[in-house]
């Protein structure tokens, strides 16, 4: 397959031909999206490609990183060992492991025998080799590191942290033994009930100051474990016991591009976790499950859907459903795993908070207690249903859902006023500023939106109601046709982001990223018109060595918004700059310094 093809098949998951092509070959092989295949549909030579593990429940590092301090025998517990005797570590020994692709889930130990019980082992994990070392690399964004996690170990035989403590993603695990024991009403300890009592040292940067007791002498001596086995139970992509096998594959002349593939298919997969294990955003949680657990801890216990499995926005960070996501997503699923109860579970976390006036919540569960809107994600949802029924042909999902749609796509259709663009009344988005006012983005967006919306309206559910409004959701369309014509910057050959001060001219004028590609691949700008290439052709002028930016968020490179310039320029009849992008940019991501080099 050559290059410019690959990406005509990339691009179906925005064809309506994708529907028919890809229901019609998993449906002829016996595959059914509730239901998953134990085996890879199509085996040959791309599975090579495949990062998930052979065996989920039983994954080994690959490679001793470093090793410091009272330890010996690090090596045994290798993937490949060296050595039989058993790993010792004593107070001050410290091992980093390394695993051979980004992972999740929960690290388990078989120990030997303990002295100077009770023996807590420090875990602290990152994804990246510049965050590897004795405090963990960060959950969320409130602060720069989280805290260590004190596993306690009394006896010989298998222990485990606990299902709550299972981390999201790591490729980096540091086990060691504080060089004296920590006293436990100042650690926050892997014992602990994230609802319990815990205090933790006020500098948790200073980890011997942290970990120092207030009487050395009082402490035992003489404190070892002896370890045989080292491994990680990985909890992610709960749907299917063989994470290797996909439904569908890649292939083409670019190993590069193979490497891409699936390293997003596999990214997809750590990303789809059970949903009883989710939300790492503690002091929002804290509002309905009243968690007292102390800053720069984590876990992952809060539910945030019903059924077995879920696609989140991230496997470690915050692990929710965000529809924004899921409008990149989705198709990826669709197209390696197939497990559309994730994304359907998503879709009714979402719908299950729908608000009385027809909003939608801007993320799930914690989110939607509150009132938590943002209009771009709202329409997100919905086509995340577009989405989701493009892939499976589930319309009785689809019935019972569509009075819940139709009330949400009429509250943003009202936000469509006389100048023909979406007024923007939240300023939520993908953490960019600016979302205000009347809006390139959301107004895009909204104009997507309707053309899929009038598609499940009329051509599948042959919906009166739909029917009726049909004339007047074509006035509003043709209206906003024109009235993006106001945020046009010749001069830059653009759109402006909105009305006012980040229009052209304006004192902040700004030519977003996420609003121009949204423009193409909307069709809001007329296949005819020359706008389209000039849009794919400065966006592609703009791109850094690193990657295509985002003046909208100002020295930030997104590869979010990045990933709907990509299908832009698709959009653009612009192969070569997509691949272009992707190669630069998602080759970087994959192959960079400090990267996983997997996800």
Request: with cysteine; charged share 15%.
């Amino acid at each position: 397959m050559i290059l410019s093809d690959w990406l005509n098949y990339a691009i179906l998951a925005y064809n309506a031909v994708a529907r028919q092509f890809i229901f019609n070959v998993l449906t002829n092989v016996g595959i059914s999206y509730s239901s998953l295949p134990n085996q890879a549909v199509f085996p040959g030579p791309w599975e090579e490609y495949i990062k998930a593990p052979v065996n989920k429940s039983l994954i080994r590092p690959a490679r001793v990183w470093h090793a410091s301090g009272s330890v010996s025998g690090p090596e045994a517990l290798l993937e490949s060992p060296k050595g039989n005797a058993p790993t010792i570590i004593g107070p001050g020994g410290l091992v980093i492991f390394e695993f051979s692709e980004n992972i999740a889930g929960r690290a388990c130990f078989d120990i030997i025998s303990t002295s100077g019980s009770p023996v807590h082992l420090a875990l602290a994990y990152s994804e990246s080799p510049k965050f590897a070392g004795h405090l963990p690399d960060a959950t969320t964004d409130r602060q720069e590191r989280d805290l260590p996690l004190y596993l306690p170990v009394e006896n010989a035989g298998i222990t485990c942290v606990r299902t709550e403590f299972v981390r999201g993603a790591f490729k980096y695990l540091t086990v060691y033994i504080p060089k004296y024991p920590p006293n436990s009403k100042d650690i926050w300890s892997e014992t602990d009930s994230p609802s319990s009592p815990a205090v933790r040292d006020t500098d948790a940067r200073t980890q011997q100051k942290h970990l120092s007791p207030p009487d050395e002498s009082s402490q035992p001596k003489t404190r070892r474990i002896s370890i045989s086995s080292l491994y990680v139970n990985c909890t992610a992509f709960p749907s299917n016991p063989n994470p290797r096998a996909y439904t569908g594959y890649f292939s083409s002349s670019s190993p590069l591009l193979n490497r891409i593939w699936y390293s997003g298919a596999y990214t997809l997969q750590l990303t789809t976790i059970n949903p009883a294990e989710g939300s790492a955003l503690i002091d929002y949680n804290r509002r309905i499950d009243h968690n007292r657990s102390p800053q720069g801890s984590w876990y992952s216990n809060f539910t945030i859907a019903n059924g077995t499995t879920i696609t989140t926005d991230g496997a470690k960070r915050d692990r929710m459903a965000y529809p924004g996501d899921m409008a990149i997503a989705v198709p990826g699923i669709a197209v390696s795993t197939y497990d559309m109860v994730a994304v359907r579970n998503a879709l009714d976390s979402l719908f299950i908070r729908q608000y009385a006036n027809g909003a939608l919540p801007y993320a799930g569960p914690p989110m939607g207690y509150a009132g938590e809107f943002s209009d771009t994600y709202h329409l997100h949802t919905l086509l995340g249903v577009w989405n989701y029924i493009l892939f499976t042909d589930d319309i009785p999902w689809l019935q019972s859902h569509w009075n819940a749609y139709l009330r949400a796509f009429e509250y943003s259709l009202a936000k469509v006023d006389l100048t023909g663009l979406f007024h923007v009344t939240s300023n939520n988005d993908w953490l960019r500023p600016g979302m205000t006012g009347h809006n390139l983005e959301a107004t895009s967006i909204m104009y997507y939106v309707m053309q899929y919306t009038t598609r499940l309206a009329v051509e599948i559910l042959r919906d009166p109601y739909a029917m009726v409004q049909l004339p007047r959701w074509k006035i509003i369309a043709s209206r906003m046709e024109q009235g993006i014509n106001v945020l046009w910057c010749e001069e830059h050959g653009l759109f402006s982001d909105n009305i006012g001060r980040r229009g052209c001219g304006g004192i902040s004028e700004t030519l977003p990223q996420d609003g121009n590609s949204w423009a193409l691949l909307s069709n809001i700008i007329s296949t005819n018109s020359t706008r389209r290439h000039l849009v794919s052709r400065n966006l592609r002028n703009r791109w850094t060595k690193y990657g295509a930016p985002a003046p909208e968020f100002p020295n930030v490179i997104s590869p979010f918004a990045s990933s709907f310039e990509l299908l832009a320029h698709c959009a653009a009849d612009n192969h070569d700059a997509a691949i272009e992008l992707m190669e630069l940019m998602w080759g970087y991501m994959l192959d960079g310094k400090g990267f996983t080099n997997s996800t």
